[in-house]
């Protein structure tokens, strides 16, 4: 089972995704945090990402691209699940391109959707784990130490790029450049589209009937 997990920032595919991943034994492939990890080690991609993404702007799909085909091939056998791949119209098409020349094809293609004023509240209280990347929320999933993961202890931070001026510049790209992708996908087999903002336990269900049903 392959699938792609789409929707605005904020709406919760990088939790919902990793732990669908985990369950359903399929990796999670989640761009974003790939492209933090190519800015962390400082490698040639991370160096040419990392403006694009202190700005809140969508990296050259030629880096992205290249980037996400890496992952996907590595072992081909693996079933894989993307969350913030593709962000536009040019990245779908070459994705399809490129699954095509594996022999590779998509099974579900699921859109989450929230309305902005809930996105603004939950990106502007996220706190990441920086040990191992799970996140809380200031107000609805605290910690119970504060400033530290419940999991692993580790320290929490706020994302550069979740500060209230890169959130809206953030939306403003999901509107024009991402948003449309839902044209793309909506008449193809394989489509879902859940709401996404209850509370995580119940979108977690309703991601899972829409893989699974
Ligand atoms: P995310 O963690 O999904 O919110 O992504 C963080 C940032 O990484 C985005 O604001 C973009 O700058 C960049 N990014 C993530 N996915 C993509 C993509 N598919 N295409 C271009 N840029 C991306």
Request: charged content about 30%.
């Amino acid at each position: 089972m392959n699938v792609i997990l789409f929707g605005p920032p904020g709406v919760g595919k990088g939790t919902q995704g990793e732990r669908l991943g985990a369950e359903a034994g399929i990796k999670h492939l989640a761009m974003g945090d790939i492209l933090r990890a190519a800015v962390r080690d400082a490698t040639d991609a991370g160096i040419a990402a990392k403006a694009y993404m202190d700005a809140g702007r969508l990296v050259p799909d030629e880096l992205v691209v290249t980037m996400i085909e890496d992952c996907i091939i590595e072992d081909e056998s693996q079933d894989f699940l993307l969350d913030g791949f593709p962000r536009n119209v040019a990245q779908a098409e070459a994705l399809d391109r490129m699954l095509a020349l594996h022999g590779l094809s998509i099974d579900r293609i699921v859109f989450m959707d929230a309305p902005e004023k809930s996105l603004l509240d939950r990106l502007s209280g996220r706190l990441i784990c920086r040990a191992c990347g799970f996140g809380f929320h200031r107000q609805y999933s605290p910690p119970s130490k504060s400033g530290f993961c419940d999991r692993c202890g580790g320290a929490l931070y706020q994302r550069d790029d979740d500060r209230d001026d890169v959130i809206a510049r953030r939306l403003k790209v999901y509107r024009e450049q991402t948003a449309p992708l839902l044209d793309y996908y909506q008449h193809k087999a394989g489509f879902r589209s859940i709401d996404a903002s209850g509370e995580m336990q119940a979108v977690y269900a309703a991601l899972k009937e829409a893989v699974e049903g």
